[in-house]
């Protein structure tokens, strides 16, 4: 029996990216007001038998997400500055851009927070207790973060569109219809995303790096580093099956504070950004379900419409 795909993306400058099954989609707002949509079929790592294999695909879709993260937006960059001519950035740049982005991280949320809690060393005998105060400096080092990032004025633009796309998911994952009306009936929060995620990531690595208990500085460092893909993987893991089991009481408690941390990343959008999440997450879905074109691209009915329309231009594939 095949597994239930669960659609994904995340905010681009004036945009929405949607991870489908076969594609990456994104559609984004130009400046003079229609939605470009343009779509690139998946790399085979991120469509292969690894991508489906527990624990390991948990790693890649860490990659995925800070590839195509990186590569849709800067992409997103030069359509909402109307710069479409512009040459294509080299693999190698991306790549680069990346390797930085995880070095930054891994610094300021997994080193720092291991530094500035061994000068309390002598203090904090137990492992245990000395990775609770470590997970907790961590916390409030990404809390801070998402509060100053979430005041700039194109970051609250950004976090609207990440309303747009949870809005739109949510919409399609409860049978509703996709029009910005009836999406903006759900919640900008969601069970799978990557704020919640890494909200996992930070429990989940209390509890692994305990059991290493308290070595040499360097030996932490080292482990820290080396434990990340397992620690990734598993907070995957518990995304995943947390998306599966809503219902469950103690799955909901479990999910809460990640769904209340979401209130930092996603702001309601307004009903044209709904507009361009919705026509994100169609395409993708077309591409996928040929058979659904007819139904989520009906005959317009000549009425009068509550909000006015945007056209939408359907861009060729990315090479």
């Known amino acids: 029996m095949a597994q239930k795909f669960y659609y994904g993306g995340q905010a681009i400058i004036e945009g929405v990216m949607i991870r489908g099954q076969k594609s990456l989609v994104t559609a984004v707002r130009r400046p003079q007001g229609d939605i470009l949509v343009e779509s690139q079929p998946l790399p085979s790592i991120y469509t292969g038998k690894l991508r489906q ?25 030069e359509v909402a500055m109307q710069e479409e001519e512009t040459e294509k950035v080299s693999p190698w740049l991306l790549w680069g851009f ?29 492992a245990v207790l000395f990775n609770l105060v470590e997970g907790l400096i961590r916390m409030i080092l990404f809390i801070g973060y998402l509060k100053l990032v979430g005041r700039m004025p194109d970051i609250k633009r950004m976090f609207a569109y990440h309303g747009a796309e949870h809005q739109s998911i949510n919409a399609f994952e409860h049978g509703v219809k996709l029009d910005p009306l009836s999406v903006r009936e759900f919640s900008t929060a969601h069970t ?59 799955v909901k408690a479990l999910t809460r504070p990640g769904l209340w941390l979401q209130s930092l990343t996603t702001r309601v959008p307004e009903l044209a950004q709904l ?7 169609k ?29 939408v231009t359907d861009a060729e594939p990315l090479t």
């Not at 390797?99 to 137990?126: C, D, K, M, Q, Y």
């Not at 995620?197 to 080396?226: D, E, Q, T, Y």
């Not at 907070?235 to 998306?243: G, I, K, N, P, Q």
């Not at 395409?283 to 056209?311: N, Q």
Request: aromatic residues 10%; contains cysteine.
């Open 283 to 311: 395409k993708a879905i077309v591409i996928d379900h040929p058979e659904m074109e007819a139904e989520l691209y009906p005959a317009p009915v000549p009425v009068e419409s509550p909000i006015e329309p945007m056209p």
């Open 53 to 77: 294999l527990p624990f390991t695909r948990g790693v890649i879709v860490l990659l995925e997400a800070m590839f195509l993260g990186m590569q849709t937006l800067m992409r997103s960059a």
């Open 98 to 126: 990346v390797g930085f982005s995880l070095a930054a991280s891994i610094a300021i949320f997994v080193l720092t927070p291991l530094l500035v809690t061994s000068i309390f060393n002598r203090w904090l005998e137990s």
């Open 192 to 250: 799978r995303c990557g704020t919640s995620f890494l909200l996992a990531v930070m429990v989940i690595a209390i509890f692994v790096f305990s059991l290493i208990g308290k070595p040499a500085l360097w030996i932490m460092i080292l482990s820290r580093i080396l434990l990340l893909p397992v620690i990734a993987g598993l907070s995957y893991e518990f995304t995943r099956f947390a998306a599966g089991h809503g219902d469950n009481a103690l």
């Open 275 to 281: 507009e361009v999440g919705i026509a994100a997450l």
